[in-house]
T-cell receptor, first 116, second 113 residues
Framework: EAGVAQSPRYKIIEKRQSVAFWCNPISGHATLYWYQQILGQGPKLLIQFQNNGVVDDSQLPKDRFSAERLKGVDSTLKIQPAKLEDSAVYLC??????????????FGPGTRLTVL | AQSVSQHNHHVILSEAASLELGCNYSYGGTVNLFWYVQYPGQHLQLLLKYFSGDPLVKGIKGFEAEFIKSKFSFNLRKPSVQWSDTAEYFCAVNARGNNRLAFGKGNQVVVIP
């Protein structure tokens, strides 16, 4: 079974530029997550999709970050414009349908973003 | 919202030594608890989890963790580490009924051969 795919793996941009990340979840997984992991910290959830609907985006900085999952499969996360503090690894994860008590999240390799 | 504390961010130990990593969480309701591991150059992967039942849970590669509800703790242990256990370890918690994971800052563990 193929894992969660992400691209690009690395991205370097200057502040105020825009950037987009792509994620392809495990086939059949209805739930998709985007996390931000700043150096020295644990991952922080940015947004969670159930199929193509947003379940939780309470920690997404909506003035500059946006995400979509139009057909309930792939997802893109965009930052526009980027700030220095956006330098981080952006992780995508997926799981099966939301269920009790919990469905295991499978993580992709991440995209390392450096903002200069 | 729940939060997770991990101390001793950097841990260096020799092979065959015992490892214990502390994890404390703050949340008043029912929680699910997890330890994730990230080996160098690899993805985050689940090491073990606790939902209910026996508070001592066993995971992969000889790791175990004990849930102590009165202390809001979920400490990870391994009696004898190997060089291949060099990795970063993250404790995580989610409130029951909510898949949002809150992670601690992680423990960078280096095992010297």
């Amino acid at each position: 079974e193929a894992g969660v795919a992400q691209s690009p793996r690395y991205k370097i941009i200057e502040k105020r530029q825009s950037v987009a990340f792509w994620c392809n979840p495990i086939s059949g997984h209805a739930t998709l997550y985007w996390y931000q992991q700043i150096l020295g910290q644990g991952p922080k959830l940015l947004i969670q999709f159930q199929n193509n609907g947003v379940v939780d985006d309470s920690q997404l900085p909506k003035d500059r970050f946006s995400a979509e999952r139009l057909k309930g499969v792939d997802s893109t996360l965009k930052i526009q414009p980027a700030k220095l503090e956006d330098s981080a690894v952006y992780l995508c994860a997926s799981s099966k349908e939301l269920a009790e008590p919990y469905n295991e999240q499978f993580f992709g390799p991440g995209t390392r973003l450096t903002v200069l | 919202a729940q939060s997770v504390s991990q101390h001793n961010h950097h841990v260096i130990l020799s092979e065959a030594a015992s490892l214990e990593l502390g994890c404390n969480y703050s949340y008043g309701g029912t929680v699910n608890l997890f330890w994730y591991v990230q080996y160098p150059g690899q993805h985050l992967q689940l090491l073990l989890k606790y939902f209910s039942g026996d508070p001592l849970v066993k995971g992969i590669k000889g790791f175990e963790a004990e849930f102590i509800k009165s202390k809001f703790s979920f400490n990870l242990r391994k009696p004898s580490v190997q060089w291949s256990d060099t990795a970063e370890y993250f404790c995580a918690v989610n409130a029951r009924g909510n898949n949002r994971l809150a992670f601690g800052k992680g423990n960078q563990v280096v095992v010297i051969p």
